[in-house]
């Protein structure tokens, strides 16, 4: 049995950590609005830059750029693995950690990883996985620019015939209680095959365009060297920013459940309290009449 | 008929208006384009993309990307892109120098492309804050009349 100043002591540490959580899911919940803006505002460059690519892959006699070349068979793959860097989500890492090294067993060939978060980087390293490269502390909502370090150690992998294959592993928001792990392709990139690609989300209209006769300055090759790298780089920062949405929710719903966890606690722990006080009054009125009946049969005595 | 321009980063859609004439930096040099343009896709390197629209002119710093031009369209996709207007141009002018002096010190090769991409970065926004505070001070007294 608590004493009454105990179960204050409790009453008042619940309090102060719900404010925490509460405070915690408010963060959160404007992350997850930032970061899904961020999302939206690519689509119409991706939907340009496949427009292109797709245009470019339709001109015959120029040698196939070699982001777009497949080994075959595919000897080893990267696996690209978005996680956070903090806890305190539920099971947002622990799903999609599951769902990449459930896709890498399935792969048939050694699989190396790339490491987007500090949560991803640990579960990887106890697992003794193959780590390339690490990239933790990135901002709540990144930016382009801070993607594409990531993305250049991929492609670098990829043209450096490291890896034959490369994929992205993050967590695909749909709605604040739903978020679904996904394994997508990022290379080599296939053109003809919209729905393998990470991109396919944002991109409406797979069809060539009508106006096929473009000129090309300075020429096809070029450009489209310049197009494919650029186009890699804006699907890791889709992937990254998909997983931060996911992330952020996560972290808003297990906030929530924890403020509401705390409120259930306050409740109960209220009504021991006054249980407690109410007895503890009681005993006092009991001992206060208990001493006055024995006062007044000593008097009565007398 | 004008032209449709719109300069779009994988970060925001910078702006989407009617011009009469885009002057965009080409690979191999500055290129004009005019309403009824031939089909075309150009690689851009970076520095100033100038978009007349009447007497008015709208100055934009391009950093690397391609361009998709057609007859009515002009679409620039760029990594990175800001309006004159949005220049800070002391800022600017501290990472020239911060990249300067990095460069000095002959980082390791990774650092070193990084601090060179830093420089041209900077260097192209200082010509373009330069060249609109020019305009500026070219036109003020014509508006103090």
Redesign the interface.
């Known amino acids: 049995m608590e004493t009454l100043r105990e179960i204050r002591r409790r009453i008042r540490s619940i309090r102060n950590l719900s404010q925490v959580t509460r405070a915690l899911e408010a963060v959160s919940a404007s992350n997850v609005q930032r970061a899904q803006a961020a999302v939206l505002a690519t689509r119409p460059y991706a939907h340009r830059a496949w427009e292109v690519i797709v245009n470019l892959a339709g001109i015959k006699g120029i040698p196939l750029h070699p982001l777009l070349v497949h080994r075959d068979p595919p000897r080893s793959a990267l696996i690209v693995l978005f996680t956070s860097d903090r806890g305190l989500c539920g099971a947002y890492n622990s799903h999609i950690i599951k769902v990449a090294t459930d896709f890498a067993q399935r792969l048939d060939v050694p699989v190396r990883y790339i490491a987007v978060g500090r949560r991803g980087r640990d579960a990887l390293w106890r697992m003794r996985a193959e780590l390339v490269a690490e990239f933790t502390g990135l901002p709540a909502v990144p930016g382009f620019l801070d993607l594409s370090p990531v993305a250049r150690a991929a492609i670098e992998e990829f043209l450096e015939g490291r890896a034959d294959e490369v994929f992205l592993a993050y967590t695909d928001y749909i709605n604040l209680l739903q978020q679904r792990p996904v394994v997508r392709r990022l290379l080599p990139l296939r053109p003809t095959r919209l729905d393998e690609q990470a991109v396919s989300e944002y991109v409406v209209d797979m069809r060539p365009a009508p106006v096929a006769d473009y000129i090309y300055e300075p020429d096809p090759e070029t450009v489209l060297s310049t197009v494919l790298p650029r186009f890699t780089e804006l699907q890791v920062y889709q992937a990254a920013l998909e997983a931060a949405t996911s992330e952020h929710a996560a972290r808003q719903v297990a906030m929530r459940n924890a403020t509401d966890n705390a409120e259930d606690l306050l409740r109960d722990l209220t009504l021991t309290r006054n249980k407690a006080r109410q007895r503890m009054i009681t005993r006092e009125l009991l001992d206060i009449a208990g001493g006055a009946e024995a006062l007044r049969q000593l008097e009565a005595r007398q | 008929m004008g032209l449709q321009l ?1 300069i ?6 910078l702006f989407t208006g009617e011009v009469d004439s885009v002057l965009a930096p ?3 040099g500055e ?1 004009g384009i005019l309403p009824r343009h ?7 390197k970076e520095g100033v993309l100038i978009a007349r629209q009447g007497e008015e002119e709208m100055v934009f710093a391009v950093h ?3 361009m ?1 031009v ?1 007859p009515d369209r002009v ?1 620039v ?1 760029a ?2 892109a800001e309006r004159a207007e949005e220049i800070d141009i002391e800022r600017a002018e501290a990472a020239r120098r911060r990249a300067e002096e990095l460069l000095k010190k002959e980082p390791p090769p990774e650092m070193r492309a990084e601090a060179i991409a830093a420089l041209r970065r900077s260097l192209v926004r200082l010509r373009v804050a330069r060249r609109r505070r020019y305009r500026i001070e070219s036109e003020r007294p014509e508006s103090s009349d």
């Open positions: 719109s779009v980063t994988p970060e925001r859609e080409g690979m191999d290129m031939a089909p075309l896709i150009a690689a851009l690397g990307g391609y998709q057609l679409i996709l990594d990175v």
